[in-house]
């Protein structure tokens, strides 16, 4: 599966941003889903993620603020940013896995979220 993610861009702090991530390929529907982000000079950390069977967790930080989902007859998801902050700032990937597996083997190319105080 090819991943390309968009939708990143420059907001306020307490602004709003939806991220998508369009998926070529077969059988999207069989795979989980998930955004990480990586901010400079950190690890690349798991924002949130969505199973193929549409359970949802998320990162302690954006819990209650972010929300991924999915739409299997458009093979994309998106990750709807609603409050962002200033330590939200970094490029965002969507990443895909065939379910049940744990690595994530498939990603996109990243989408800068830049949130300015």
């Known amino acids: 599966v090819q991943l390309q993610a968009f939708g990143g861009g420059l907001v306020q702090a307490g602004g709003s941003l939806r991220l998508s991530c369009v998926a070529s390929?077969?059988?999207?529907?069989?795979?989980?889903m998930a955004w990480f982000r990586q901010a400079p000079g950190k690890q690349r950390e798991l924002v949130a993620a969505?199973?193929?069977?549409?359970?949802?967790n998320y990162a302690d930080p954006v819990k209650g603020r972010f929300t991924i989902s999915r739409d299997n007859a458009k093979k994309m998801v998106y990750l709807q940013m609603n409050n962002l902050k200033p330590e939200d700032t970094a490029i965002y990937y969507c990443?895909?896995?065939?379910?049940?597996?744990?690595?994530?083997?498939?990603w996109g190319q990243g989408t800068q979220v830049t949130v300015s105080s």
């Open positions: 990443a895909a896995v065939p379910g049940g597996q744990s690595e994530y083997a498939y």
């Open positions: 390929g077969r059988a999207f529907s069989a795979y989980d």
């Open positions: 969505c199973t193929n069977g549409y359970r949802t």
